[in-house]
C-alpha cells in the first residue's frame, strides 16, 4: 500500500467570511487544483465549514472539523456532532488535538469515543498524540505516545479511515526546536505501535507531523521516511504560506513515485 501524503490546515479559533477569500487565493496558487497525488484539506471553524466547503470543491480541496461531541445529538448546548459536520460538507474531523487534551481536560478515553463517532458519521478520522516538556524532559516521551495512541484509536481504526498527527506539545511556544532526528525518531515508533497492536495494515495509516511546519522547513521533514504530510497551524491561514507547504509536499511525492 502506498501512503498518500495528506497537507492538513487547522485554522483553529480564526476565520470569518472575509477569509474565505484565502481560498480562491489558495486554489489559484495551487494552478486551479489541488495536485493530483496527494490531499489537501482545510478545517475551518464550525461557523465557516459548509461555506468553506462550497467553496473548496470546485478546487478539489477537502474540508473538515476541528472536533465534535461524542455523541449523534441530544442535550448538548454548543457543541457540534459527526453528523453535523458530514451533513456541512465535512470529509474529516480532527480529535484530540493537544489544545483540547490541555484546555478541555479530554483524556484518552473521550478521544477514543469521538473518534468513533467521526468514524460512524463516515468521516475519517485525525488522532492528535504528543508529549509535554516535562514528560520528554523526564524520558516518558515514547510511553506518553504509546499510552495516548493505544487509548484514543477507535474501534474499526483502518489505514483507510485513521491518520494520526504527532505534535511535540514541548516544542511549541516553548524556544525549544524539534529536530529532524526528534521527528523521525519519533514517527518510526508511532508506525511499530500501530503494526504492533494493529497489524501490517494499520501500520500504513498516514502519520503527520504537527510540529510548526512552515514553508522553510516543510520539505526537509516530508523527506523523512514516516511522514505522511502535515497538520499545519498558522502558516495554513495565508494562502501563499500554505500553498509553498503543499508545494514542498508535491516536490517531495514527486521524487518518490
Not at 483553529?12 to 494552478?31: P, Y
Not at 461524542?70 to 459536520?85: E, I, K, P, W
Not at 524532559?137 to 477507535?154: F, H, I, T, W
Request: with cysteine; hydrophobic share 45%; proline share 3%.
Amino acid at each position: 500500500m502506498t501512503r498518500r501524503m495528506l497537507i492538513a490546515g487547522n485554522w483553529k479559533m480564526n476565520g470569518l467570511q472575509g477569509n474565505r477569500q484565502e481560498i480562491d487565493a489558495l486554489t489559484s496558487l495551487l494552478g486551479g487544483h489541488a495536485p493530483d497525488s496527494l490531499d489537501v484539506l482545510i478545517c475551518p471553524p464550525a461557523t465557516l465549514l459548509a461555506d468553506l466547503g462550497r467553496d473548496c470543491a470546485p478546487g478539489g480541496i477537502k474540508t473538515g472539523g476541528q472536533d465534535c461531541h461524542f455523541a449523534d445529538c441530544g442535550a448538548h448546548t454548543g457543541d457540534v456532532s459527526a453528523l453535523m459536520l458530514k451533513d456541512a460538507g465535512a470529509d474529516y474531523v480532527i480529535v484530540g488535538h493537544s489544545e483540547r487534551r490541555a484546555d478541555h481536560h479530554e483524556d484518552n478515553a473521550l478521544v477514543k469515543l469521538k473518534a468513533e463517532a467521526g468514524l460512524r458519521a463516515g468521516l475519517d478520522v485525525i488522532v492528535c498524540v504528543g508529549e509535554t516538556l516535562i514528560e520528554r524532559e523526564d524520558g516518558r516521551a515514547a510511553d506518553v505516545v504509546k499510552s495516548q495512541l493505544l487509548g484514543s484509536l477507535p474501534d474499526g481504526a483502518s489505514a483507510q479511515n485513521c491518520i494520526i498527527a504527532y505534535e511535540p506539545v514541548w516544542a511549541i511556544g516553548t524556544g525549544k526546536v524539534a529536530g529532524l532526528h526528534d521527528i523521525a525518531q519519533m514517527h518510526a515508533h508511532i508506525r511499530a505501535v500501530l503494526g504492533e497492536n494493529g497489524g501490517a495494515e494499520l501500520a500504513q495509516a498516514r502519520v503527520l507531523y504537527g510540529g510548526s511546519v512552515k514553508p522553510g522547513n516543510a520539505k526537509d521533514i516530508f523527506v523523512l521516511d514516516d511522514v505522511d504530510g502535515g497538520l499545519i497551524g498558522g502558516a495554513s491561514l495565508k494562502a501563499a504560506d500554505f500553498a509553498a507547504i503543499v508545494d514542498a509536499a508535491l516536490t517531495v511525492v514527486n521524487h518518490n513515485p
